[in-house]
């Protein structure tokens, strides 16, 4: 058996019990609330005003929803893989159950088998591959190529086709990073579609490559240097790859997390006193991606470790309006006294562990530190079914929606872990996030 057919096996042959499908429910919402509200933004009209011209095509509805979900940088975050699953495979999963008219089971399982295919391909690039490629693009078509075989009942051998022709179609580089161009938000939206596309065209029996993974040609050969394919397949019975799952508390990369963790500690510690320094130890991904001491757009201050920090600890709270001009502008001081650098042991932990350090030097002498081995949003400090609720609803208010909507909309998504719960609500996302 090639990998990816061992992947499918593997998946199949998962238990599903209903707690995974309300936790699949939960992260469905987080996903959905980040579309609606990604709805409100420069990026996401455009996007909306794309759609709108293309009809009715589940795979660029996929495309859609997938972007709009993956701007406002608030999704969710698996650390093994780091990669976005919730942009990616819930968006192709909307698609497709509006198209199938699903039933709310499928629909949760779907999702369920679309961040395990995903997150375990993620698990095993390796380092290098993220330091150009960016893994939620890279990684993402095996997602929802596998999500979208659960919900069209591939056989498996369809399902290893849909798989290859995902996998084919793998891109998404880190670049736009130089300019804070919208890419990343193309990246999202063309893994969930890849995944649409590849999976119709196995239900005719379009074939694909068997071992687009391993394969000599394939794609760990092409892109990773440093593949650990073994991590595909280890550990089957090891929870759902969704329950592993981080949850965002804060409209940044990731990466600044635990740093705006610690940095929050220390803003209620330091309780008037003025600061003359702020050092940060962090890992090097995290420099890799978020080094950019003078952001220079809203974007750009997301992936700015120093703009983070700076923001939590002048505000003691990091929210959209942390990243404006004026508040770039604001904290330009203060961001000029922050130095980071990569140290041990976060270092060292990384993937498995997303760790800071932050210590702020006052001008009186004292010195305060706060650590992190985890941010909140982590399964080790994981937000509670509230905190979620509250999220989708903060979320759901940027994008303009009501509380009476947005009440709506929280209650028919996380009713379909019900039994024979109604789908309606899928018609209305899908008709909101394709600007009907």
Avoid at 7 to 34: H, Q, V, Y
Avoid at 150 to 169: I, Y
Avoid at 204 to 233: H, M, N, R, W, Y
Avoid at 335 to 347: E, F, G, H, Q
Wanted: with cysteine.
């Amino acid at each position: 058996m090639t990998l990816t057919q061992q992947l499918i096996s593997l998946i199949r042959n998962k238990p599903i019990g209903n707690n995974d499908l309300e936790r699949a429910a939960f992260f469905t919402l987080d996903a959905i609330a980040n579309a609606l509200a990604g709805r409100n933004s420069e990026p996401g009209k455009k996007l909306l005003q794309w759609g709108a011209c293309q009809g009715n095509d589940a795979g660029r509805k996929a495309f859609v929803i997938g972007g709009l979900t993956h701007i406002l940088e608030t999704d969710d975050l698996h650390r093994a893989s780091v990669t976005h699953p919730g942009c990616v495979v819930v968006p192709a999963v909307f698609a497709l159950a509006e198209r199938e008219k699903s039933n709310s089971v499928d629909i949760l399982k779907a999702v369920l088998q679309g961040f395990e295919a995903m997150c375990r391909v993620g698990s095993a690039v390796g380092p290098a591959h993220y330091r150009i490629w960016h893994n939620t693009a890279t990684c993402g078509p095996f997602g929802s190529a596998m999500a979208a075989a659960s919900l069209l009942a591939l056989s498996d051998e369809q399902a290893m086709f849909a798989l290859g022709n995902a996998g084919t179609q793998s891109s998404g580089l880190w670049q736009f990073l130089e300019t804070g161009a919208m890419s990343k938000h193309l990246h999202a939206g063309r893994a969930a579609e890849a995944g649409v596309v590849a999976a119709d065209l196995a239900l005719l029996d379009f074939t694909g490559p068997p071992a687009i993974l391993e394969g000599e040609k394939g794609f760990f050969v092409a892109t990773c240097a440093d593949a650990k394919p073994e991590s595909v397949t280890a550990a089957s019975d090891a929870p759902w790859q969704l329950t592993t799952t981080s949850i965002k508390p804060w409209p940044s990369c990731r990466h600044t997390h635990p740093a705006i963790d610690a940095a929050l500690e220390l803003h209620n510690e330091l309780a008037g006193r003025e600061i003359k320094s702020v050092h940060i130890d962090t890992y090097q991904a995290a420099m890799d991606v978020c080094d950019r001491p003078n952001p220079d757009s809203e974007y750009a201050a997301k992936f700015s470790i120093f703009h983070c920090v700076a923001a939590a600890l002048d505000a003691g709270e990091v929210i959209f309006d942390s990243f404006s001009e004026a508040n770039r502008l604001r904290l330009g001081s203060l961001r000029d006294r922050i130095t980071s650098v990569v140290a041990n042991p976060y270092a060292e932990d990384y993937p498995d562990s997303w760790g800071s350090a932050v210590s702020v030097t006052c001008t009186n002498g004292d010195r305060l530190v706060a650590t992190r081995t985890a941010a909140k949003g982590d399964p080790e400090l994981a937000l509670s079914n509230d905190e979620m609720i509250a999220k989708a609803k903060m979320l759901l208010d940027h994008g303009g929606y009501s509380q009476q909507q947005a009440e709506k909309i929280i209650e028919g998504v996380l009713g379909l872990a019900k039994e024979h719960a109604s789908v309606e609500i899928v018609n209305y996302v899908c008709g909101q996030l394709n600007n009907n």
